[in-house]
Nanobody, 129 residues
Framework: QVRLVESGGGSVQAGGSMRLACTVS????????MGWFRQYPGKEREGLAV????????YYADSVKGRFTISQDNAKNTVYLQMDSLKPEDTAMYLC??????????????????????WGQGTQVTVSS
């Protein structure tokens, strides 16, 4: 019922920028925390950024702080991740997640004081040197 669809991934050269989008249906993002994660091949998901817009709350992992910016448009029910100064080590699958859901969710994860139980399929970002 809750669906998250990421878009905007692709290939970019180091130092470049990309903006990812996560469009959400069956769920109102304005009252909840939304997050962006990434996953390297063979690794677990890594939290990158969280936003709870109505609380004026954002949180960033040290690895992306100052380079990535999370935002959302409630009217479009869409969350964004603006990525600047991209590095080759940013190459990963980027996933959008929404707060809530079952703790038994297959992709459920806790990060930044929130539990994320709703996930998109991910969008690949490749940064070349």
């Amino acid at each position: 019922q809750v669906r998250l669809v990421e878009s905007g991934g692709g290939s970019v050269q180091a130092g470049g920028s990309m903006r990812l989008a996560c469009t959400v249906s069956g769920y109102t993002i304005g009252n909840n925390a939304m997050g962006w994660f990434r996953q390297y091949p063979g690794k677990e998901r890594e939290g990158l950024a969280v936003i709870q817009a109505n609380a004026g709350f954002t949180y960033y992992a040290d690895s992306v702080k100052g380079r990535f910016t999370i935002s959302q448009d409630n009217a479009k029910n869409t969350v964004y991740l603006q990525m600047d100064s991209l590095k080759p080590e940013d190459t990963a699958m980027y996933l959008c997640a929404a707060e809530g859901g079952s703790i038994f969710a297959a992709k459920g994860a806790g990060w930044a004081g929130r539990f994320f139980g709703y996930w998109g399929q991910g969008t690949q970002v490749t940064v070349s040197s």
